[in-house]
C-alpha cells in the first residue's frame, strides 16, 4: 500500500479492523522508549534501522510519524479500534509530553517482579529475596538465598551490582544480535544421532538375517531424532522474537524491564557476583562484575 488509510498497526480483513502482531508490537517499543525519556528523534532514528517502514514503502520514519502515534487514541481503543495500548501506558506517555514522567518507577517495577519471579541462587536453586541495609545515602539493596542451609544464604549480592552485569549483557547482545543463536552444539549432537541411527539402519538392512520388526524399530528411532531437529527449528523463531525486541532497544543507561521481561527465561546468581542468564531460546550467558 503506498499510503495508509488506517493506522499503522492495523489493517482491514473482511470488513472488519483488525491487528497487524508485526507492527502492534512496533507501537508498544514506541510507546515504551517515549515513557523512558528517548526523544521522538531518537524514536525514529530508531525505527530506521528496523525493516519495517510506515507505509510498506522507501519513506523514513521521521519525528513526525512517532509524535502522530503517540498521540492517536485508536491505540487506546478509541472508536472500536482493537486495543494495542493499555490506556495507562498512553496516559503514561502525554505525562512525559508534559516533563512529569514518572516512568523509572514503573520500569523497576517490571524489573523486580522478573528477579522476583526469574533469579534463583547458582549453588541450591532456590528463590532469591530482596533485602536491604542501611538508610537514606547509605541504603544497600541486597539479593540472597532464600535456603537457610545454602552456603549462598549467607552471601549477599547487591541489587547495583546484578543491574549494571544485566545492562551490559542487554547493551551487549543488543550490538551482536547474531550471538544470540540458539546453541548449535545441541543441534550439532542431535544431528550426529541422525547420522548414527541412519548408519545403524543401513547396517541392518545389509545383514541377510534381519528381522522387519528390527528395521521397523530402528525407523521409528530414526523419525524421532528428526523430529527432535525440527524442534529446534522451532527455538529459531523464539530467537527471531528475542532479536526483534533487541534491535529497537537503544543503548541503554538502565535496564530495561520490559525487555528484559521479555528475553529473559532465567537467571542464576552466585555469590561470587556471577551470573548466568539463560534467554527464552535456550542461550546461557556468563557475566562477571566488570572491574571498574
Ligand atoms: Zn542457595
Known amino acids: 500500500m503506498a499510503n495508509r488509510y488506517i493506522p499503522f498497526g492495523y489493517e482491514i480483513v473482511d470488513a472488519q479492523v483488525v491487528i497487524i502482531e508485526r507492527e502492534a508490537e512496533v507501537v508498544r ?30 519513506r523514513k520514519w521521521d519525528k513526525n510519524m512517532v509524535k502522530r502515534m503517540l498521540e492517536n487514541k485508536k491505540y487506546i481503543g478509541d472508536k472500536d479500534y482493537p486495543v494495542i495500548i493499555p490506556p495507562e501506558t498512553a496516559e503514561l506517555a502525554l505525562k512525559c509530553k508534559d516533563k512529569k514522567c514518572v516512568e523509572i518507577s514503573e520500569n523497576d517495577k517490571i524489573k523486580l517482579d522478573m528477579y522476583r519471579a526469574k533469579a534463583c541462587c547458582a549453588i541450591c536453586g532456590a528463590k532469591m ?51 544470540i543463536d540458539y546453541a548449535e552444539d545441541r543441534d550439532y549432537e542431535k544431528n550426529i544421532e541422525v547420522i ?48 526483534s525486541e533487541l534491535a529497537i532497544l537503544p543503548k541503554q543507561t538502565t ?38
Open 196 to 243: 548414527r541411527l541412519t548408519n545403524e539402519m543401513n547396517e541392518l538392512i545389509q545383514k541377510p538375517d534381519t528381522d522387519s520388526g528390527e528395521v521397523i524399530d530402528k525407523i521409528m528411532e530414526l523419525a524421532s531424532a528428526k523430529f527432535n531437529i525440527c524442534e529446534a527449528g522451532d527455538n529459531s523463531a523464539i530467537t527471531e522474537k528475542i532479536k
Open 29 to 58: 517499543n514506541v510507546f515504551s522508549l517515549y515513557v523512558q525519556g528517548n526523544s521522538l528523534k531518537t524514536i525514529s532514528e530508531r525505527l530506521n534501522m528496523m525493516p519495517i517502514s510506515y507505509a510498506g514503502d522507501d
Open 255 to 292: 535496564v530495561d524491564g520490559r525487555v528484559a521481561d521479555k528475553v529473559i527465561k532465567s537467571i542464576k546468581m552466585h555469590p561470587d557476583k556471577h551470573i548466568w542468564v539463560q534467554l527464552i531460546n535456550g542461550k546461557v550467558f556468563e557475566k562477571k562484575e566488570s572491574i571498574l
Open 129 to 179: 529475596k530482596r533485602s536491604h541495609a542501611g538508610s537514606g545515602e547509605r541504603r544497600r539493596i541486597y539479593w540472597q538465598c532464600t535456603n537457610a542451609e545454602c552456603d549462598g544464604n549467607r552471601h549477599l549480592f547487591r541489587e547495583k551490582i546484578l543491574d549494571n552485569m544485566l545492562l551490559e549483557l542487554l547493551n551487549e547482545l543488543t550490538d551482536n544480535l547474531a550471538n
